[in-house]
């Protein structure tokens, strides 16, 4: 199925993006290693299924140096060894954000806490909830993975 709209090439929806990126920056900014901010955007992606997030932030995260192990285990990051403590702890916070109807009791932070300080924990959460967000756009608006290049999102809101 084509794309159904883009969003960048309407004046509101070209503001709407603008306004998206200019917060991903502040995360992108923030102290919350930029491998732990693609693992979880990716982790969100693949739950939802969204093909051109996961295309995305593959890429992303390959341009960045992250190894290929790591980023085919994403989807059994509890069945890897490849990835620390802090990051199974972002990851598990990903899951349970992304999964809102399953967390019936909430979403935890207990093991956020021990590895983050309030500065890279603010950055995960608004990562989980932008990587959503823009799930939800992608998915809608049927943007496919393919043809990603890293580095195109930046330069587009440039």
């Not at 794309?3 to 509101?12: A, G, H, P, Q, S």
């Not at 809608?140 to 587009?156: K, P, V």
Request: glycine share 6%.
């Amino acid at each position: 199925m084509d794309t159904r709209f883009n969003l960048f090439e309407n004046e509101i929806g070209l503001k709407l993006a603008k306004r998206f990126a200019g917060i991903a920056q502040v995360v992108q900014q923030s102290p919350l290693p930029k491998s732990t901010q693609e693992l979880v955007a990716l982790r969100a992606s693949q739950i939802n299924g969204c093909g051109h997030c996961i295309d995305m932030h593959v890429k992303e995260a390959a341009a960045a140096g992250e190894s290929a192990v790591r980023l085919h285990l994403v989807a059994a990051w509890r069945e890897s060894t490849v990835f620390t403590e802090a990051e199974q702890a972002a990851l598990a916070l990903a899951e349970e954000g992304t999964r809102l109807a399953d967390a019936h009791q909430g979403v935890s932070d207990a093991r956020v806490r021990e590895h983050y300080d309030d500065d890279q924990v603010a950055a995960l959460v608004a990562v989980v909830a932008l990587i959503n967000a823009a799930n939800r756009l992608a998915v809608i608006l049927h943007q496919r993975g393919g043809s990603y290049e890293a580095g195109m999102f930046t330069a587009a809101m440039g």
